[in-house]
């Protein structure tokens, strides 16, 4: 059965054009192509990263943090009881009254010793201000760090400024060094995220990023919202590794970069806000609502969305079943783009006019 489905996954017709086949991409005479294998090497890669954030965390995004006027609060835990534990975690963590009364019983303690348990417990679960500084120091370094090695990778590249040459030659397109390593960090990253997601905070809805192949917030609450996460960071993988294999390596690239490019802005407004820093926070903010409309509302649509559903046409009359799946996940992706910036507009509105 494994065997089939994968013969079915690897159909040529899904992936290129007619004519073509698995054994056109072999390397040879100079072109390197891609290879599906190389994308294991994303595991590895991704804990690399974790050790490189958790370095980052400790000994820069802290030390940072107190310069800002960030304190550490340390949380009293409460004492070790393993009856108002197993309640906390399998019942409920507001109990009623009631249910107080009951567990106070059964633990032979007062009311108010209960209560007090609970109100203590709960606060564990709430993550400290120090702690979102340093997550967000984390997203910002990376974000700031692809954005710039990914205009490093396209500024000399032709199809940076004529969108047309994303088609030239395609499929026999050769991949080169730096865009495997573009490729390689950006799904190391996001399978690092999956990997951290369960000690991660819990991160309520932003307007930062698309649903469909990068980190956005989710409008779901715990724990609906780790499901999501799971699913989001999911597909982003699935959907890079699927241009990846496709050799759309080109405009792959630029969507990554196109969607980079605001998002350090918004990770640098969050750490300014836990610093109290407002002045700093509001001007980091409008620079990323700038950037984001720019980026999302304009460049994306009548850029990529352009490249990727009009000029196909004109290197193939017999469209591949890829360009329908990749071409609707992205008008998705623009449709969720438009109600984002319609969320930043009511912010922005809101900033001006009511102070």
Same mark, same amino acid.
Request: aromatic share 18%.
């Given at each position: 059965i494994l065997k089939t489905l994968n013969s079915w996954f690897w159909w040529e017709n899904i992936w290129m054009?007619?004519?073509?086949?698995?054994?056109?991409?072999?390397?040879?005479?100079?072109?390197?192509? *891609?290879?599906?294998?190389?994308?294991?090497?994303?595991?590895?890669?991704?804990?690399?990263?974790?050790?490189?954030?958790?370095?980052?965390?400790?000994?820069?995004?802290?030390?940072?943090?107190?310069?800002?006027?960030?304190?550490?609060?340390?949380?009293?835990?409460?004492?070790?009881?393993?009856?108002?534990?197993?309640?906390?975690?399998?019942?409920?963590?507001? *109990?009623?009254?009631?249910?107080?009364?009951?567990?106070?019983?059964?633990?032979?303690?007062?009311?108010?010793?209960?209560?007090?348990?609970?109100?203590?417990?709960?606060?564990?679960?709430?993550?400290?201000?120090?702690?979102?500084?340093?997550?967000?120091?984390?997203?910002?370094?990376?974000?700031?760090?692809?954005?710039?090695?990914?205009?490093?990778?396209?500024?000399?590249? *032709?199809?940076?400024?004529?969108?047309?040459?994303?088609?030239?030659?395609? *499929?026999?397109?050769?991949?080169?060094?730096?865009?495997?390593?573009?490729?390689?960090?950006e799904i190391s990253f996001y399978w690092s995220l999956l990997f951290t997601l369960g000690i991660d905070n819990k991160r309520k809805a932003s307007a930062s990023r698309p649903v469909l192949c990068f980190d956005l917030p989710f409008l779901f609450s715990p724990p609906q919202d780790f499901m999501a996460h799971v699913v989001h960071h999911l597909a982003a993988i699935g959907l890079m590794s699927g241009s990846w294999c496709g050799n759309y390596v080109r405009l792959g690239t630029l969507v990554m970069f196109v969607h980079d490019t605001a998002d350090f802005w918004l990770e640098a407004a969050k750490m300014f806000n836990y610093a109290h820093w407002e002045k700093t926070c509001n001007m980091l903010f409008i620079i990323f609502s700038i950037a984001f409309f720019i980026t999302r509302i304009i460049l994306f649509p009548f850029w990529i969305l352009r490249a990727t559903l009009y000029q196909p046409t004109y290197y193939s009359t017999t469209p591949v079943i890829a360009y329908f799946l990749f071409n609707g996940q992205l008008l998705i992706l623009q449709g969720l783009h438009l109600y984002w910036g319609y969320l930043i507009f009511k912010i922005l509105r809101r900033f001006i006019f009511l102070k």
């Open positions: 054009p007619i004519n073509c086949t698995w054994a056109d991409f072999v390397d040879r005479d100079g072109l390197v192509f *891609p290879k599906p294998h190389q994308l294991y090497a994303t595991i590895p890669y991704a804990f690399i990263l974790l050790i490189i954030r958790f370095f980052s965390e400790r000994y820069v995004a802290i030390p940072l943090a107190k310069a800002l006027g960030i304190k550490n609060v340390r949380r009293v835990k409460p004492q070790a009881n393993p009856v108002l534990e197993s309640y906390f975690r399998e019942c409920s963590k507001h *109990p009623s009254q009631s249910e107080i009364q009951g567990l106070a019983k059964k633990c032979n303690c007062t009311v108010r010793l209960v209560e007090k348990w609970f109100r203590r417990r709960r606060n564990l679960e709430i993550p400290t201000v120090l702690r979102k500084f340093q997550e967000a120091f984390w997203r910002f370094s990376f974000y700031l760090t692809s954005s710039i090695a990914g205009f490093i990778v396209l500024y000399d590249k *032709p199809w940076f400024y004529d969108i047309w040459q994303t088609w030239v030659g395609y *499929p026999f397109q050769t991949v080169l060094t730096s865009q495997y390593w573009y490729y390689m960090a």
